[in-house]
């Protein structure tokens, strides 16, 4: 709990709190405002106004589907940058020999760190679902709220993966620059993999498409996927176990 603590207040004060919400709220508020203006910027650009009859009158279908859009662009990309230096860095600047001469366990160096980005994001996830699902109620109606919460969910679980890749390149990597390689190489992986017919639904792009169909808001019940999950969950479990072995046997 104290290293936890300490690894809040580093976050907070390294300013990594306030660029996460920041980013999340621009995600959650202007994913609704951008489906809902985009066909009347178009009719006011000069020769665009035939592009704006082809686009069809937007509907909260539209928001959740730009909201799902800049997550899927952006998230993973934000929790590669912003967790490349939770072990590497430190290892960089000397203080994890620092923070470990003390009665700290390298466990619960690791596991602070995991769940210090656990707390910020699960925040910025709440900010962003409330944001979007506020100006979504207001420019196109009525949105089952828990729904939508479902689906933020679905989301969290998915980012949460790639920040566990991301723990993991930084405790792999000797430099931060080789932790943002290991990152986004292992990343990569993950996102090409999504498109094997028979792993695909099975990795975090499994959770992604769940969101999507749910997103649709169709009348069909959506088929879970609950395998999806349980990889999920399996996938933050090996990063962060190979994380907490690998630390365990470096020096510092």
């Not at 993973?76 to 967790?83: S, W």
């Not at 596991?111 to 207001?138: C, D, I, N, P, R």
């Not at 969950?233 to 962060?240: D, E, G, N, P, Y």
Request: with cysteine; proline share 4%.
């Amino acid at each position: 709990l104290a290293a936890t603590r300490k690894e809040l207040l580093q976050q907070w004060r390294t300013r990594r709190v306030l660029i996460v919400l920041a980013v999340f709220v621009l995600f959650g508020l202007f994913s609704p405002l951008l489906a809902y203006f985009t066909p009347q910027l178009l009719r006011s650009i000069a020769g665009a106004e035939m592009f704006a009859e082809l686009i069809p009158t937007p509907t909260a279908v539209d928001a959740i589907g730009q909201y799902l859009k800049n997550l899927s662009q952006f998230g993973f990309i934000i929790a590669i940058l912003l967790g490349m230096g939770a072990v590497a860095g430190e290892r960089e600047r000397g203080t994890a020999a620092l923070v470990l001469s003390k009665p700290l366990p390298r466990w619960a160096f690791i596991l602070s760190k995991f769940t210090a980005q656990t707390v910020v994001y699960a925040g910025g996830f709440l900010v962003a679902g409330l944001g979007a699902y506020f100006y979504t109620v207001v420019l196109f109606g009525a949105l089952d709220f828990g729904l939508f919460m479902a689906i933020n969910a679905l989301l969290f679980l998915w980012l949460m993966v790639f920040v566990a890749v991301a723990l993991l390149g930084s405790t792999l990597g000797m430099s931060t620059g080789a932790a943002a390689g290991i990152g986004f190489g292992g990343a990569a992986a993950l996102l090409l993999a999504g498109s094997l017919p028979r792993v695909g639904p099975l990795l975090p792009g499994g959770l992604f498409s769940w969101a999507g169909q749910l997103g649709a808001l169709g009348e069909t019940p959506v088929p879970s996927n609950a395998g999806a999950v349980a990889a999920a969950v399996a996938l933050i479990l090996l990063c962060v176990l190979g994380a907490l072995a690998a630390f365990e046997q470096q020096e510092l």
